[in-house]
């Protein structure tokens, strides 16, 4: 079983959810070998309860995973906290709605969650939680206390820092860190737009169709990490595609992405 477990669902977060953008990209995502994703869109993105209210009208919910013509979905957000780093929240439709509207109050910057308090929410809405691109410079993790670290179910392998900082250089950083804390790493291409699919996936030993089996298989160690030999041209081309339709779109570019070199 393929499976990417960082990907969003609209091309930024200012952006309309557009059910036609999210059809090309799950039909992409299929053609680039993916059996499934996981939908870790930002938590305070425009509209964020509409995407799954658009969801339930377009695909079957099976009350674990929407099927989108043979891709599974399953549901997740990525949740900014007070610290500067993001983490991915992924488990049960319900318990991602009922964690999310207990944020209202810290969708905007200076008003951020601790990662101790959301990481209580998660623990208590049996969350999978992973930390996002923890060396990213943006948005880091790795300074942050060990003893909460710990309690993250796996670090994410990321296709942009991948791209950024070389396979091996990155791999350096992230491998050693993660074992001294005991946890396990994971591949996210951080997809925003359909052309970084494949770019890093987890191929796992068998079929999960729940979100408490993957968690099983990753803790188990039962999974490998494949990054695509394209991974560069993949990161880039989306990269830059993202950045020539925010400016169709008037939208200016993120900090992070005016600092992404092309």
């Known amino acids: ?19 036609a953008y999210f059809a090309e990209m799950m039909s992409e995502a299929s053609a680039n070998g993916l059996d499934a994703l996981a939908l870790t869109e930002h938590f305070n993105t425009a509209n964020f309860y509409a995407l799954y209210e658009a969801l339930d009208q377009l695909y079957p919910f099976n009350g674990h995973s929407y099927e989108a013509d043979g891709l599974r979905i399953f549901p997740g957000m990525e949740v900014d906290i007070a610290e500067n780093g993001h983490i991915l929240l992924i488990g049960l439709r319900e318990n991602i709605l009922a964690a999310r509207a207990l944020l209202n109050e810290h ?33 880091p993790l790795h300074h942050l206390d060990p003893e909460l670290l710990q309690r993250l179910d796996a670090f994410d392998f990321n296709a942009k820092d991948i791209y950024m900082q070389g396979v091996e250089a990155y791999r350096e ?19 925003h737009q359909c052309l970084q699919y494949g770019s890093v996936v987890n191929r796992l030993e068998d079929s999960c169709s729940t979100v408490a089996e993957l968690k099983a298989a990753i803790a188990g160690g039962r999974y490998e990490i494949e990054i695509s030999p394209a991974l560069p041209v993949k990161v880039k081309a989306s ?13 200016a570019p993120s900090r992070e992405e005016a600092q992404t070199v092309v």
């Open 173 to 191: 950083l992230i491998m050693p860190f993660a074992r001294k804390l005991g946890v396990p790493v994971i591949a996210g291409s951080d997809s």
């Open 239 to 251: 990269v830059m595609m993202k950045k020539l339709l925010k400016q169709l779109l008037g939208e």
């Open 1 to 19: 079983m393929y499976i990417d477990l960082h990907t969003h669902g609209k091309l930024s977060k200012k952006s309309a959810f557009s059910p």
């Open 107 to 139: 969708t905007a910057e200076g008003h951020f969650i601790p990662f101790r308090e959301l990481l209580d929410i998660a623990d208590a809405h049996d969350l999978w939680k992973i930390g996002a691109h923890p060396f990213r410079a943006s948005t």
